[in-house]
């Protein structure tokens, strides 16, 4: 809604999201290009997110922290750089090669 919006977002609480994404690799097949994943904070929030192979299995782990409960407006637009840096990091790719 930035920069339409302009009153509060109020959160119920503060938190940590915390997802893991486990791709089983299929048989005869191996990790080629894997991204190196990122992190980014600001005073409002911020995301983790970490690549990992671990024997046949590539896992995803996203962390989201939280840390307002009451985003005023004079913050959308640090709340919006956040998101600036996580959209990118949506649209790598993994490359699987035939062993």
């Keep these: 809604d930035y920069p339409k919006r302009k009153t509060p977002i109020e959160f119920s609480f503060l938190n940590v999201?915390?997802?893991v994404t486990v791709l089983?690799?299929?048989a005869g097949y191996t990790v080629s290009a894997m991204p190196s994943g990122k992190t980014?904070?600001?005073?409002?929030w911020g995301f983790e997110l970490k690549y990992e192979q671990r024997n046949n299995q590539l896992i995803l782990t996203q962390q989201f922290e939280n840390d307002h409960l009451l985003l005023a407006p004079?913050?959308?637009q640090d709340w919006n750089k956040v998101l600036e840096n996580?959209?990118?990091?949506?649209k790598e790719t993994i490359s699987l090669s035939k062993k």
Excluded: C, T
């Excluded at 980014?40 to 409002?44: A, G, L, R």
């Excluded at 996580?86 to 949506?90: G, S």
């Design 86 to 90: 996580l959209f990118p990091a949506y």
């Design 24 to 26: 089983q690799l299929p």
């Design 40 to 44: 980014y904070k600001n005073e409002v």
């Design 74 to 76: 004079e913050k959308f």
């Design 17 to 19: 999201q915390k997802y």
